[in-house]
């Protein structure tokens, strides 16, 4: 073979060899098989309202003798349940609100909800992602060239709107693509206003179990409260309109002011 061939072929970077299966897809095989246990010894009950309406005394109590260890420990419940897709998110947020304050217990439930769904987000990529870049066809490309430039806007829009499974919006990202930043700043704005008025519900909520009753958590989508979160979402789409708008006034060719490029 000739030396020049031989170089070339030297030059020539190899392509890196698939992550082991194993490697990949243990951070989501954890959180199945956390989820799993969850259900089998029944700890699902505890995050009901019955429970808090049983124990609200010692939580009180508990939140009342060390404000920032039960803030801490809150947090980190928090993202639990959000990273295992637990049932129970709007439980957590009442009781957040009925804890620490309408104010106070929405901003412990945004932070924790938003560092669970980004582990999450997180783990599916890692074990995902490079499966479904081998196999991505064109339809794929598109929508993670789509996500790319405006995937903020999409997914703020779908958080400000608590119709689609707050599981699913944590997952889809991160198998389309989207960059981690943009579904970090999306969820942490995206969920502030929902959250806010479960915490306000949990304010009240020592009221409604002293009468045997339980939250109304429907009101969120009471029209009062859906039409304005349904407007916010509809103006983050205007932000995707917009970019769109003025990529199609940029001059296509390499003048400047809008000047033809020479044939």
Not at 27 to 37: E, N, R
Not at 71 to 91: C, E, M, Q
Not at 193 to 222: E, Y
């Amino acid at each position: 073979m000739p030396p020049d061939d031989i170089a070339a072929r030297r030059a020539v970077p190899e392509a890196p060899s698939p992550t082991p299966a194993w490697r990949r897809l243990w951070p989501l095989a954890l959180l199945v098989a956390v989820a799993a246990l969850f259900y089998l010894f029944g700890l699902h009950r505890w995050l009901s309202f019955e429970s808090l309406a049983a124990h609200r005394s010692a939580l009180a109590g508990f939140v009342s003798g060390s404000p920032a260890l039960a803030a801490l420990l809150y947090v980190a419940a928090y993202v639990l349940v959000v990273a295992f897709s637990l049932p129970g998110g709007a439980v957590m947020t009442v009781t957040g609100g009925f804890l620490f304050g309408p104010w106070p217990g929405a901003a412990l439930a945004v932070a924790g909800a938003t560092l669970g769904a980004s582990a999450l987000f997180l783990a599916a990529r890692h074990a995902l992602a490079e499966t479904l870049a081998r196999r991505a066809g064109p339809v794929l490309g598109r929508v993670r060239d789509e996500l790319r430039r405006d995937g903020f806007w999409y997914l703020l829009s779908l958080r400000l709107i608590p119709v689609v499974p707050f599981w699913l919006t944590n997952l889809a990202p991160a198998l389309a693509g989207m960059p981690f930043p943009a579904y970090v700043a999306a969820t942490f704005l995206g969920i502030i206003p929902g959250t806010a008025v479960f915490a306000g519900i949990g304010a009240g909520l020592g009221q409604v179990l002293d009468a045997g009753g339980r939250p109304d958590l429907s009101v969120i989508f009471s029209p009062v409260v859906l039409l304005p979160l349904a407007g916010l979402a509809a103006l983050s789409l205007l932000g995707v309109f917009g970019k769109r708008y003025l990529r199609g006034r940029r001059p296509s060719g390499g003048g400047t002011d809008g000047a033809r490029a020479p044939n």
